[in-house]
């Protein structure tokens, strides 16, 4: 079994960056692809990003293509989402997943969730 617990969101203005963090704990961390996902108020939870166990690997929606980036630190447990030019529309509660197989843009194909992060970004 796995525990994730994500943190580093919060307020921040149009244009800014953040980083979130995603700690693992299991011993199946480190060959599991992991996701992120989100949900922003009212609307129902969205792929953002995925990277493979390797970390060789990674995949994103449209929406953040060219100003997110997921990496991974299998030796600390870790997977990061690193936000870049964010926008209001960016606003929404983010979850790290593990991938039941390999990344997937479908929520119901991950096993272990956090439980999420809140980004709010202001224009």
């Known amino acids: 079994q796995v525990q994730l617990a994500e943190s580093g969101g919060g307020l921040v203005q149009a244009g800014d960056s953040l980083r979130l963090s995603c700690a693992a704990s299991g011993r199946t961390f480190a060959i599991s692809p992991m996701g992120w996902f989100r949900q922003p108020p009212g609307k129902e939870r969205e792929f953002v990003g995925g990277i493979s166990w390797s970390g060789a690997t990674t995949y994103y929606a449209d929406s953040v293509k060219g100003r997110f980036t997921v990496s991974r630190d299998n030796a600390k447990n870790m997977v990061y989402l690193q936000m870049n030019s964010l926008n209001p529309e960016d606003t929404a509660v983010y979850y790290c997943?593990?991938?039941?197989?390999?990344?997937?843009?479908?929520?119901?194909?991950?096993?272990?969730w956090g439980r999420g992060t809140q980004v709010t970004v202001s224009s």
């Open positions: 997943a593990v991938a039941t197989s390999g990344v997937s843009r479908n929520s119901f194909d991950y096993q272990y």
